[in-house]
């Protein structure tokens, strides 16, 4: 029984377009081609099919591209997964080919680049961790960096350059392969954002926290005024912290604002081996209203970072 409320429609009104005047999401000439064997790195990326993140991905390196010839900068923030994916020979060599003007970590990060450079080891093992009592409280960490914070609050540094510098005065068997070390010898500003109660070195007995709430606000402040020179081109990059270093960022980008300092047109780029937080979903979106853009590429760090410097270098 047919329903009079409801009668079917009829096929013969509908309206068709043709397939050559619809504009399509997918055209053969962005498909992939087979890499040929022997082929050079360009080759490789001309393989590739050119859409979605591998366009995303070319892009931003462009816009990288275009930051260092304006001489704009490129803050390059990293959560401690970066050295546990034995990443500093990258990021080391990037620094010194001039691709990153200003480094901002965390405070695991600071302590397992000082265990770096001390002795090329860090991170431990908690199931093999003999004396369960004893784990985290690493005696020549705790003391050494602490010495290294209460020496830089003398001469005024913030906790990046006070480490860097006794790390340039320490004779550590594997200073080279620290990036508080190198980035020390070039001048690179290395803002760590600390947080009490969040590392062992905090419950260590030389531990002050009024010397590292100094040092904190030395380094906000230093991070502060490289943040505000990324109008018009600067870049930002968080790679492997969900929440602290996206919330330091959006922080002093408030700042910049509250001190008049209007940021206008950066970029942004989320590296990350899971979907967005909430802090980083921010920072893509504060680019877009402030006329940039924020990109989002998911992976694993030590496929995704040798890939990104491998195309900046093959620009």
Known sequence: ??????????????????IENRKS????NDFAQPYEPGSDFNAFLKSLPHSHAVKDFVEFAHHLKEARKKEKPIILGMGEDIIKSGLNPIVIDLMERGWISAISVNGTFMINDFEIALR???????????????FGNTEETGLFLNVALREGYTHNLGAGEAVGH???????????????????????????HSTIGTDFIHYHPGFDGATLGALAEIDFLLFSSVV?????????????????????????????????????????????????????EKIISDSLLNGGKGYYFTGHY??????LAAVLLNL
């Open 1 to 18: 029984m047919p329903y009079k409320k409801y009668p079917l429609l009829d096929k013969k009104k509908t309206k068709t377009i043709s």
């Open 25 to 28: 999401a997918v055209d053969v």
């Open 120 to 134: 090329g080891k860090t991170v431990e093992d908690s199931v093999d961790t003999s004396d369960k009592k004893s």
């Open 166 to 192: 006794y790390l340039i005065s320490s004779s550590f068997p594997y200073n080279k392969t620290s990036i508080f070390y190198k980035a020390y010898k070039l001048n690179i500003p290395v803002i760590v």
């Open 228 to 280: 505000s020179q990324l109008g018009d081109g600067g870049i930002y990059i968080n790679c492997g912290s969900a929440f602290t270093l996206p919330e330091a960022f959006l922080k002093a980008v408030s700042f910049c604002s509250a001190q008049g300092i209007g940021l206008k047109n950066f970029f942004t780029a989320v590296f990350d081996t899971a979907q967005p937080g909430i802090s980083t």
């Open 302 to 307: 030590e496929i995704m970072i040798p890939l």
